[in-house]
Nanobody, 127 residues
Framework: QVQLVESGGRLVQAGGSLRLTCAAS????????MGWFRQAPGKEREFVAA????????YYADSVKGRFTASRNNAKNTVYLQMNSLKPEDTAVYYC????????????????????WGQGTQVTVSS
């Protein structure tokens, strides 16, 4: 069992930066690939980023590539999402998720691949 708690979301102006943190419980954190998803009001949940168990491989959605960076610290049971050059369309609730699987980007973008989810943190980008 893995429990995930996101933090770091807040109101920020367009062009600004935020770092989201996802803290995980349990002693097996390093055995999970981690993902970030987001859901804007009235829209479906969408994939943002994924990072492999050791952190050496990452995937990004085209909409955030070059602006967002996922990283992790397995010693601290923590995964991060650094978000730069934020845009109003980045406004959403951001969720982290843990998966026992690390696979192709096509698979890691699917929510069904993930076994555990956090409760989400709100990011609002004002124009």
């Amino acid at each position: 069992q893995v429990q995930l708690v996101e933090s770091g979301g807040r109101l920020v102006q367009a062009g600004g930066s935020l770092r989201l943190t996802c803290a995980a419980s349990g002693r097996t954190f390093s055995s999970y690939a981690m993902g970030w998803f987001r859901q804007a009001p009235g829209k479906e949940r969408e994939f943002v980023a994924a990072i492999s168990r050791g952190g050496s491989n990452t995937y990004y959605a085209d909409s955030v590539k070059g602006r967002f960076t996922a990283s992790r610290n397995n010693a601290k049971n923590t995964v991060y999402l650094q978000m730069n050059s934020l845009k109003p369309e980045d406004t959403a609730v951001y969720y982290c998720a843990a998966s026992r699987t690390w696979s192709t980007i096509a698979n890691m973008t699917k929510g069904a691949v993930y076994d555990y989810w956090g409760q989400g943190t709100q990011v609002t980008v004002s124009s």
